[in-house]
């Protein structure tokens, strides 16, 4: 007899009574809305609708909730964001998503249109413009990429864009937009490639950050749109990234974010005519998540961290927009607030209030009358009282390093240790799992599983050390960040060791299957979503896109000659528990041909493997059916070998 079927029968004899069948609709329904900003008057909302297959962005009437102008890309695409350039005319930023896990990725489209859906027009686009939205693309002579850099508050005409050509040696530049007719002017070139600029309240061009194909992050600044570039930080030099965050109001301070050799990253004034630099925020484990503003003003005023919850911290706590956020946190004290956007002159603002149970709020409040009421909920079909607590928990990995995650545990569950799901996230570097709903988690847990989400080294979010330990180390000390954390979880009685299987799409599915590799005994199945199990191949394709990619490959994933032994492909061998992979055959990010590669490489080995593939999808599953499918599969798959509830 095999050694899984004797895991497999060990396993039957432990599962306990499978709980209620699991409704997957309300996992599986679209929202209705993700972002929201209120316009300067306060007349309407721009609001972000998910369809199937694409974004879109409505403008409503607040008076009677009608919906007066919209705009649309074609499939896969969805909008990056969106900026009330005046009173009456919205400028939108596109990017394309080919997938339910797939990242954005910004295209350089801009589109701008009133907020009554006249004058809409097609402002810049790497596939040329014409004089409308909501229209397929048309072909350009000179292929362009735009991203809005600065809207302009006291320029009711023009936004600021950066603007980067497609040639061999690219550069870019920054130009004066007029968003009515789309004329360009120039105001600045960047003195390095990739560059992302920063502009003070007058809107000069003062801090340009890049980096060449050596992948070196360079800072350069300069003290207005005449003066000549100045290289202010050199990665190389210093081991430090610095990224611009703004300026105070006299233009005379600077906010940088700053790496630190150990531990989260620090936000630091720089007084521009001395250059004595003072520390203002930092946290003790994590790094600035996103930075406060002045309501009405670009100003920083503070950060807001998440670690075992999301908190506001602010540079001085007597400024009145600290005054205000402390004043409205005591009325959502279980929740994240942040306020989105404000009318330009401060009376209403759109605040965001969410939590691990609870997708998202959004709340108008008037300052005048202290009032808050609310106006749209994300997912509001989901009740926050009957979704499972997420708490957060840290370990030491077997080297000393301290580990930071999440465990969403079933309401009202037992006391004594329960099945437990692994659940890696994507990327892997710079990406990380957080504080917030995670709807995965969520509908695992309603089927009675634990789940445990660790932000194993190379994660984001704890500082540039933590996020290079990573480097190199798929298969190596990356994956045993994961295997330390499930032997805690059993250790603190969190998990029965006998009902373990570790899930993820993407990285963490290469990661659930070398977990099952590298520990044969450690798990009882593995589950892999749109997955890439050939590292030498994922090599060879990104290191021919450009040479800068080939630079961060050999870098972060390692040399191609040492790849085929950290790939589950390779080590198919050793897998000795079920596995479970689907994937789209339209997936450009993780192509298909690795799941079938690693199907065959399972077969040939003797292990149970069940696939499930859907050639028109991408990097995740789009289509409701597609989904219902997917995840019916996934839980039955896991019921089978865990214990737990399956699909209705």
């Given at each position: 007899?095999?050694?899984?079927?004797v895991c497999?029968?060990?396993?039957?004899?432990l599962?306990?009574?499978?709980?209620?069948?699991?409704?997957?609709?309300?996992?599986?329904?679209q929202?209705?809305?993700?972002?929201?900003?209120?316009?300067?008057?306060?007349?309407?909302y721009?609001?972000?609708?998910?369809?199937?297959?694409?974004?879109?962005?409505?403008?409503?009437?607040?008076s009677?909730?009608?919906?007066?102008?919209?705009?649309?890309?074609e499939?896969?695409?969805?909008?990056?964001?969106?900026?009330w350039?005046?009173?009456?005319?919205?400028?939108?930023?596109?990017?394309?998503?080919?997938?339910?896990?797939?990242?954005?990725?910004?295209?350089?489209?801009l589109?701008?249109i009133?907020?009554?859906?006249?004058?809409?027009?097609l402002?810049?686009?790497p596939?040329?413009?014409?004089?409308s939205v909501?229209?397929v693309?048309?072909?350009?002579?000179?292929?362009?990429a735009?991203?809005?850099?600065d809207?302009?508050?006291?320029?009711?005409?023009?936004?600021?864009?950066?603007?980067?050509?497609?040639s061999?040696?690219?550069?870019?530049?920054v130009?004066?937009?007029?968003?009515?007719n789309?004329?360009?002017?120039?105001?600045?070139?960047?003195?390095i490639?990739?560059?992302?600029?920063?502009?003070?309240?007058?809107?000069?061009?003062r801090?340009?950050?890049?980096?060449?194909?050596?992948?070196?992050?360079?800072?350069?600044?300069?003290?207005?749109?005449?003066?000549?570039?100045?290289?202010?930080?050199?990665?190389?030099?210093?081991?430090?990234?610095?990224?611009?965050?703004?300026?105070?109001?006299?233009?005379?301070?600077?906010?940088?974010?700053?790496?630190?050799?150990q531990?989260?990253?620090?936000?630091?004034?720089?007084?521009?005519?001395?250059?004595?630099?003072?520390?203002?925020?930092?946290?003790?484990t994590?790094?600035?998540?996103?930075?406060?503003?002045?309501?009405?003003?670009a100003?920083?005023?503070?950060?807001?961290?998440?670690?075992?919850?999301?908190?506001?911290?602010?540079?001085?706590?007597?400024?009145p927009?600290?005054?205000?956020?402390?004043?409205?946190?005591?009325?959502?004290p279980?929740?994240?607030?942040?306020i989105?956007?404000?009318?330009?002159?401060?009376?209403?603002?759109?605040?965001?209030?969410?939590?691990?149970?609870?997708?998202?709020?959004?709340?108008?409040?008037?300052?005048?009358?202290?009032?808050?009421?609310?106006?749209?909920?994300?997912?509001?079909?989901?009740?926050?009282?009957?979704?499972a607590?997420?708490r957060?928990?840290?370990?030491?990995?077997?080297?000393?390093?301290?580990?930071?995650?999440?465990?969403?545990?079933?309401?009202?569950?037992?006391?004594e240790?329960?099945?437990?799901v692994?659940?890696?996230?994507?990327?892997?570097?710079g990406?990380?799992?957080?504080?917030?709903?995670?709807?995965e988690?969520?509908?695992?847990?309603?089927?009675?599983?634990?789940?445990?989400?660790?932000?194993?080294?190379?994660?984001?979010?704890?500082?540039?050390?933590?996020?290079?330990?990573?480097?190199?180390?798929?298969?190596?000390?990356?994956?045993?960040?994961?295997?330390?954390?499930?032997?805690?979880?059993?250790?603190?009685?969190?998990?029965?060791?006998?009902?373990?299987?570790?899930?993820g799409?993407?990285?963490g599915?290469?990661?659930?299957?070398?977990?099952?590799?590298?520990?044969?005994t450690?798990?009882?199945?593995a589950?892999?979503?749109v997955?890439?199990?050939?590292?030498?191949?994922?090599?060879k394709?990104?290191?021919?896109?450009?040479?800068?990619?080939e630079?961060?490959?050999n870098?972060?994933?390692?040399e191609?000659?040492?790849?085929?032994?950290?790939?589950?492909?390779?080590?198919?061998?050793?897998?000795?528990?079920?596995?479970?992979?689907?994937?789209?055959?339209?997936?450009?990010?993780?192509?298909?041909?690795?799941s079938?590669?690693?199907?065959?490489?399972?077969?040939?080995?003797?292990?149970?493997v069940?696939?499930l593939?859907?050639?028109?999808e991408?990097?995740g599953?789009?289509?409701?059916?597609?989904?219902?499918?997917?995840?019916?599969?996934?839980?039955?798959?896991?019921?089978?070998?865990?214990?737990?509830?399956?699909?209705?």
């Amino acid at each position: 007899m095999k050694v899984w079927k004797v895991c497999i029968a060990v396993a039957a004899m432990l599962v306990a009574a499978p709980a209620a069948a699991v409704d997957l609709a309300p996992f599986l329904k679209q929202d209705r809305l993700e972002k929201i900003k209120i316009s300067p008057t306060g007349e309407y909302y721009a609001v972000t609708m998910p369809l199937e297959d694409r974004t879109a962005l409505v403008v409503i009437r607040r008076s009677d909730k009608q919906i007066t102008a919209n705009v649309g890309g074609e499939k896969h695409s969805v909008v990056d964001d969106f900026w009330w350039a005046n009173n009456e005319r919205i400028v939108v930023s596109m990017a394309e998503k080919y997938g339910s896990e797939d990242q954005p990725y910004a295209t350089g489209e801009l589109y701008a249109i009133n907020a009554d859906g006249s004058q809409a027009k097609l402002l810049v686009s790497p596939y040329g413009t014409n004089n409308s939205v909501n229209t397929v693309r048309i072909g350009g002579p000179e292929p362009r990429a735009a991203f809005l850099i600065d809207d302009l508050p006291n320029d009711e005409r023009h936004v600021l864009i950066s603007m980067r050509t497609f040639s061999a040696n690219p550069m870019t530049n920054v130009e004066r937009l007029n968003i009515y007719n789309g004329k360009l002017w120039r105001v600045a070139s960047a003195p390095i490639r990739r560059a992302r600029f920063a502009t003070d309240s007058k809107g000069a061009v003062r801090f340009a950050r890049g980096a060449g194909n050596d992948n070196i992050s360079k800072l350069y600044y300069r003290d207005s749109n005449e003066a000549e570039w100045q290289l202010m930080n050199d990665e190389a030099k210093t081991h430090r990234v610095e990224m611009p965050l703004g300026f105070s109001a006299d233009g005379r301070t600077a906010y940088l974010q700053v790496e630190q050799p150990q531990g989260p990253d620090a936000i630091v004034a720089v007084n521009l005519d001395s250059g004595d630099r003072r520390e203002l925020l930092r946290d003790e484990t994590v790094d600035p998540y996103a930075i406060l503003h002045q309501h009405n003003a670009a100003e920083p005023v503070g950060a807001l961290f998440t670690s075992d919850r999301a908190r506001n911290r602010f540079f001085d706590e007597t400024l009145p927009t600290a005054r205000m956020y402390r004043a409205l946190e005591k009325a959502f004290p279980d929740s994240a607030l942040f306020i989105t956007s404000a009318t330009r002159d401060g009376r209403l603002l759109l605040l965001s209030v969410w939590s691990d149970r609870n997708v998202g709020d959004f709340f108008l409040y008037d300052a005048v009358k202290k009032r808050a009421d609310r106006v749209f909920s994300r997912r509001e079909w989901l009740d926050p009282a009957l979704m499972a607590p997420t708490r957060a928990v840290k370990l030491a990995a077997r080297d000393g390093l301290a580990l930071h995650g999440f465990l969403t545990v079933p309401r009202n569950a037992a006391t004594e240790p329960l099945p437990l799901v692994v659940m890696p996230h994507g990327g892997p570097f710079g990406v990380f799992d957080d504080w917030s709903f995670d709807n995965e988690a969520q509908m695992l847990a309603q089927s009675g599983y634990a789940v445990l989400r660790i932000n194993f080294r190379g994660s984001g979010n704890y500082g540039r050390a933590f996020y290079h330990a990573g480097a190199r180390q798929w298969g190596g000390d990356m994956q045993h960040d994961l295997t330390d954390a499930t032997r805690w979880a059993i250790e603190q009685k969190i998990a029965d060791p006998q009902r373990i299987c570790i899930y993820g799409a993407s990285y963490g599915a290469y990661a659930a299957m070398m977990g099952a590799a590298m520990e044969p005994t450690l798990y009882r199945c593995a589950a892999g979503y749109v997955g890439v199990y050939d590292l030498p191949a994922m090599h060879k394709d990104d290191a021919g896109v450009t040479r800068w990619m080939e630079t961060w490959a050999n870098e972060w994933v390692g040399e191609r000659s040492t790849l085929a032994s950290r790939s589950p492909t390779t080590l198919a061998g050793n897998i000795k528990v079920p596995v479970f992979m689907a994937a789209g055959g339209k997936d450009d990010r993780a192509p298909i041909s690795h799941s079938k590669k690693m199907e065959k490489a399972l077969k040939a080995a003797g292990t149970p493997v069940e696939t499930l593939y859907f050639p028109t999808e991408g990097h995740g599953f789009y289509t409701e059916p597609h989904r219902r499918e997917y995840y019916t599969r996934l839980l039955a798959f896991l019921g089978r070998h865990l214990g737990g509830a399956t699909a209705e």
